[in-house]
């Protein structure tokens, strides 16, 4: 039978496949979080995240040592701290845990791309993301923690601050304040276009936020059925100076990924989240999927929907399978 196009032809051998592929992933693609805490020595597993441990100060000294080694670029400081109060008021403590771990790190690994996230969650004895009055969550209050939080982790040596509460105007605050402070090279990730999501029931845990946490987020994360305003979030956040946009969840919200790749020319990151990891080492576990095959495609397709760089548990052991 003769017909003009056989894309089989494509596939027939290992080398072909490889020579056409579209999508390849790389050390350089990826974030790996870290959860830094003041309140265990040593390591300590985190029972909802399999294979991922909180770390005291020397042993995330020695965890990041041997993910440099497997080739990890760059990763995503989250902090536990010993004391919190209504305002959060740890989580801009020069001396705060994260602030420690961004120098020791820092003096360490000096190719070492360092990230922290900024949100007051894990730092309020309530758990929400910021300053609570009698009628809710005030914004505005708490971009003015925001600015102090992001401009230590930018004193301590952070290459990158991360805002993670889907405040509005917290690039705008965040980049005003770097900027007076003379912190110019500082970058920001903006947590862009976060989804109030089922899937980060796990980093609850491993984040010490869960305790006390009795509200949602569904005030200011948006709701899993926003589209456009996922895409206008995007589009203020780049209006008011981010460096660089997130997704997340990502492997829920590939369209959204897709949406921000055609529309903006930021670097885009998508995290894949907690409950999404747990999800996969579970099935793994039970037998119904191959672990590393399942991150991978994982991986594939979120790379393919037009991320430049995953954040993901995972980073560590991909590396090194
Ligand atoms: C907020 C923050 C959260 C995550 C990252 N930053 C939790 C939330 O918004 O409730 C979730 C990440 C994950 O589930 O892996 N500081």
Avoid at 16 to 36: C, K, M, Y
């Amino acid at each position: 039978m003769s017909f003009p196009i056989r894309l089989s032809r494509f596939r027939g051998t290992p080398a072909i496949r490889s020579l056409t592929a579209e999508t390849q992933l790389s050390a350089a693609d990826f974030v790996l979080p870290l959860f830094v805490s003041e309140c265990i020595a040593g390591s300590r597993p985190i029972s909802s995240l399999p294979d991922v441990s909180q770390y005291d100060l020397s042993s995330l000294v020695e965890e990041v040592r041997s993910c440099v080694a497997v080739g990890i670029k760059a990763v995503m400081l989250f902090g536990i701290p010993q004391h919190k109060d209504s305002r959060g008021t740890a989580a801009h403590d020069p001396e705060g845990i994260v602030q420690r771990a961004i120098r020791a790190l820092k003096s360490e690994f000096s190719d070492l791309v360092i990230m922290a996230d900024c949100c007051l969650c894990e730092y309020t004895d309530h758990g929400h993301c910021g300053i609570m009055t009698e009628s809710g969550l005030d914004n505005d209050e708490t971009l003015k923690i925001l600015q102090a939080v992001a401009c230590s982790y930018a004193e301590a040596g952070a290459d990158v601050v991360a805002p993670s509460g889907m405040m509005d105007g917290m690039v705008a605050s965040i980049r005003t304040a770097l900027d007076q402070a003379d912190f110019t090279s500082t970058l920001i990730l903006s947590y862009a276009v976060k989804y109030a999501s089922h899937f980060y029931g796990p980093f609850r845990e491993a984040a010490g936020s869960a305790g006390n946490f009795k509200g949602d987020r569904r005030h200011h994360q948006l709701a899993p059925s926003q589209r456009m305003e996922g895409i206008r979030e995007a589009e203020l956040d780049v209006a008011e100076g981010a460096d660089m946009l997130m997704v997340k969840p990502a492997g829920l919200y590939l369209d959204m990924i897709r949406d921000l790749r055609e529309r903006t020319l930021l670097p885009l990151a998508a995290y894949h989240v907690s409950g999404e990891y747990a999800m996969i080492k579970a099935a793994a576990k039970a037998g119904i999927v191959d672990e590393y095959e399942a991150f991978n495609e994982t991986f594939i397709a979120i790379k393919r929907a037009g991320a430049g760089l995953i954040i993901t548990y995972y980073a560590k052991e991909f590396l090194t399978k």
